[in-house]
């Protein structure tokens, strides 16, 4: 039964891992042996030329970089407003508390593109066009985020926040001391959730910037993009692909026992 379940999760992960493979694959591939029909599998001869001219070809060192500090800040900025403001959805009484929550849990069925013009028009009257902090002023704060930290601070005892107050610990010492080491599953969650969505943003950063020396990795993807119609830079746009995959999968991997913990958790939850 056992083997049955093992052969079961392999032809369910084969398909889900042919593309990461293929294109791993073809990034270690000459250009001739890419336009080979039927097409190889394996590289005859893997080469590493093609990720040394995905630097030559596109600013894309610049643009890793960029990506590094948008989705670094941002995330860091998500996970700080969102435990804020879960604890005192969660913790606090105060006239209108309901409506103000699902009013911000109503943002999130808005559609990107609804939104996009007039975030425009915004952060362009502020002057912040075509720089970093005009990127990151929509990402400072997530409405999915502000969601989830109430939803997990909501299960934290009155109790233990009583007797932190009793012992003389200002509210934001309860919060930070006490509160969110007990949210360590739905942080990490919400740090991957966010890192990922942040790095690979495509619509916004194109909508607000015009200096290719502040695009993002998804944007010089993009760059070399236009290359693919040339067989030459196939493996280009690949070893291209690949690279600017390789955080969030790692991201993912360092943080995966924690990840699925919180998804046990909340799977048991009554």
């Not at 042919?18 to 250009?31: D, E, I, Q, R, T």
């Not at 394996?42 to 001219?53: K, N, T, V």
């Not at 502040?214 to 692909?241: D, E, R």
Request: charged share 10%; no cysteine; hydrophobic share 55%.
């Amino acid at each position: 039964m056992r083997r049955l379940a093992q052969l079961g999760l392999a032809l369910v992960l084969i398909p889900a891992l042919f593309p990461l493979y293929w294109m791993v694959a073809s990034s270690l591939k000459g250009p001739r042996e890419l336009q080979r029909i039927p097409p190889t599998w394996f590289p005859s001869s893997p080469s590493l030329a093609a990720f040394g001219e995905v630097f030559e070809t596109v600013k894309f060192g610049q643009a890793f970089l960029n990506s590094l500090l948008l989705a670094g800040v941002a995330t860091l900025s998500v996970l700080v407003t969102s435990v804020l403001a879960g604890y005192v959805f969660a913790k606090y009484t105060f006239r209108g508390r309901e409506v103000l929550f699902w009013g911000v849990v109503a943002t999130m069925f808005l559609p990107p593109v609804v939104t996009l013009v007039p975030l425009y028009w915004l952060v362009s009257s502020m002057g912040l066009a075509d720089t970093y902090l005009g990127v990151l002023l929509p990402w400072l704060a997530n409405a999915f985020g502000i969601f989830l930290m109430r939803q997990f601070i909501a299960d934290v005892p009155d109790e233990l926040l009583e007797a932190a107050r009793l012992d003389g610990a200002s509210e934001l010492r309860i919060l930070w001391g006490v509160v969110t080491p007990l949210l360590r599953p739905a942080v990490v969650s919400l740090a991957i959730f966010s890192f990922v969505f942040y790095w690979n943003n495509f619509i916004w950063p194109l909508s607000i910037l015009q200096d290719d020396a502040k695009f993002p990795v998804v944007l010089a993807l993009s760059q070399l993009l236009s290359y693919s119609t040339s067989v030459h830079y196939q493996n280009v746009v690949m070893a291209g692909a690949l690279i600017a995959s390789l955080p969030t999968i790692v991201v993912f991997l360092l943080a995966q026992r924690v990840f699925v913990a919180s998804l046990s958790r909340t799977g048991v939850k009554g």
